[in-house]
């Protein structure tokens, strides 16, 4: 089936730092790709929408300027924390949805954030 | 909003028996999603369900979906322990939207 890779699986940072997550449609083409944040035995909750070539939708109570999405090309799509602080530790997890078939939706591994 | 809720949202079950998973949402939607997610790791798509009726399986789970009930149903057979895990149902109101996620049940299954 389809493959959506993410990285880094686990990041560890300082207070105060920025982190980039990449997330990759690696058989496929995602015109549209989903960030979701999860925390510790709760469910995912979307971020964004990333559009490539456009901007993002952001969620109500998402700040745009804090967690910065690219989408430039139709396989890849990054997630850029910026200034991080303990709160924004979490899973972050991506998905894709393929364009054939059902349009079905495949995510990332997910990304492990520690802000220290 | 479309909402989705799960029922139970914590389950202990004994290995051999049989258990039920309730998804219910809250407006119209043209496909249900079913995925496992073992403890530190990412998704893994399970079932799509596309059309009133549908009913697909996999090995000892079994899903539906009622689009005029709005619920979706997953279905253990005879647990193993290699269930144990969180299954969680999602709804989209449409092919190009994001989805909608319910809380998550966490299933336990125990010899």
């Known amino acids: 089936g389809a493959v959506v890779s993410q990285h880094p699986s686990r990041v560890i940072c300082k207070s105060g730092t920025s982190v980039k997550i990449e997330c990759r449609s690696l058989?496929?083409?995602?015109?549209?790709m989903f960030w979701y944040r999860q925390f510790p035995k709760q469910s995912l909750m979307l971020m964004a929408t990333?559009?490539?070539?456009?901007?993002?939708?952001?969620e109500q109570g998402v700040e745009k300027d804090k967690f910065l999405i690219n989408h430039a090309s139709l396989t890849l799509s990054t997630l850029t924390v910026t200034s991080a602080h303990p709160e924004d530790s979490s899973f972050y997890i991506c998905?894709?949805?393929?364009?054939?078939?059902?349009?079905?939706?495949?995510f990332g591994e997910g990304s492990r954030l520690t802000v220290l | 909003e479309l909402k989705v809720e799960q029922n139970p949202l914590f389950l202990s079950m004994q290995e051999g028996k049989n258990y039920t998973i309730y998804c219910n949402y809250s407006?119209?939607?043209?496909?249900l999603y079913w995925y496992r997610q073992d403890p530190g790791k990412s998704l893994e798509s399970l079932f799509v369900?596309?059309?009133?009726?549908a009913v697909k399986q996999e090995g000892r789970l079994m899903a539906s979906l009622d689009t005029k009930a709005r619920l979706s149903t997953l279905h253990i057979t005879a647990a193993v322990h290699d269930l144990s895990a969180t299954y969680f149902c999602?709804?989209?109101?449409?092919?190009?939207?994001?989805?909608?996620f319910g809380k998550g049940t966490s299933l336990l299954v125990t010899p």
């Open positions: 998905s894709a949805r393929t364009q054939t078939g059902v349009g079905e939706l495949f």
């Open positions: 058989d496929f083409q995602a015109t549209t």
């Open positions: 990333s559009n490539e070539g456009s901007k993002a939708t952001y």
């Open positions: 407006t119209t939607s043209d496909r």
């Open positions: 369900l596309l059309s009133n009726g």
């Open positions: 999602a709804v989209t109101p449409n092919s190009g939207y994001a989805l909608n």
